[in-house]
């Protein structure tokens, strides 16, 4: 995520959590009072955030000293010790809740992203995000999902072209979504990657027959009726002259996701890197002179 866009969202975040003062500490810490907090992991997972946590702490109070010691992807473990901030003891303790709610979400999304992959990792198959992701915090949950070992699909409507399957009863059918899709790239200059979903095999026949998408995504099909798609799809591959990109999609789950890797698909997308993951626990506490 560029620096400017992040610092607009951190403007957001401070103003959402600090408004006209933090009564709580200027009620109680003198003003130029100085301290120490450090960022201690309380469970096991993938780390992420650190480098969000830099600038949230920058932007706050760019005279505060940032102390590393791990990094975004490390794998961590409690009682791990991430990073310690030195500075105003007000700034610290402003700084804690915005800074933990990032990290703890970012690290939970990228552990769940490396749970997810490394179950499939000897297969050959990447799992997917999508845009199933916090409003506002797209890009950041999104980079977890890479720190994680997972695979980021489109960022968002604007980067890639994805005819679901309200796009196709739309614009009525496979064919005509297809081929608007094509016509529209070369008439704007585009050079979009066109992905179709598909329902049954009947639709990915029709696609196959346009010769148009990069990607051919399997809905809601069964392990059992995958593997037949991925049969068919390759053997379209060997008369047409290229490769077709195959993607499982649908309700597949941390228990079900290796039966689609196995198939043979490029990719398996999972909506819940990004909106059924559990924090990582940590906390940002004063160390004690």
């Not at 301290?35 to 780390?47: E, S």
């Not at 990290?103 to 990447?126: F, K, W």
């Not at 995000?129 to 977890?144: F, S």
Request: aromatic share 6%.
């Amino acid at each position: 995520m560029e620096k400017q866009e992040l610092r607009k969202l951190i403007a957001i975040w401070f103003e959402e959590d600090i408004r006209d003062g933090d009564h709580t500490s200027l009620s109680c810490i003198p003003p130029t009072q100085m301290g120490c907090q450090q960022l201690i992991i309380k469970d096991t997972g993938i780390l992420a955030g650190v480098e969000v946590a830099k600038e949230i702490v920058n932007y706050f109070d760019p005279e505060c000293r940032f102390e590393q010691f791990l990094h975004d992807g490390d794998a961590v473990k409690p009682g791990d010790i991430a990073f310690k901030v030195y500075g105003k003891e007000l700034s610290l303790l402003q700084i804690e809740r915005t800074m933990l709610n990032v990290m703890q979400r970012m690290s939970g999304v990228a552990t769940t992203a490396h749970r997810y992959q490394s179950l499939i990792e000897d297969t050959g198959c990447h799992v997917l995000d999508t845009r199933k992701t916090t409003p506002g915090l797209r890009y950041l949950e999104k980079e977890a999902v890479a720190l994680g070992g997972g695979m980021n699909h489109r960022i968002g409507l604007f980067d890639m072209i994805l005819l679901k399957d309200n796009h196709v009863d739309f614009a009525g059918g496979i064919t005509a979504a297809l081929t608007r899709a094509r016509d529209y790239c070369k008439e704007k200059g585009k050079a979009l990657k066109i992905e179709i979903e598909v329902r049954n095999f009947d639709e990915i026949n029709e696609a196959l027959a346009t010769n148009i998408p990069d990607r051919i995504m399997l809905d809601n099909f069964t392990p059992e009726k995958t593997k037949e798609a991925v049969k068919l799809i390759r053997e379209w591959e060997k008369t047409a002259g290229r490769h077709m990109e195959i993607e499982s999609s649908g309700g597949i789950t941390i228990d079900t996701i290796r039966s689609y890797a196995v198939t043979g698909v490029d990719f398996v997308s999972v909506g819940a890197l990004t909106h059924s993951y559990k924090s990582l626990d940590m906390s940002f506490k004063a160390v004690k002179n």
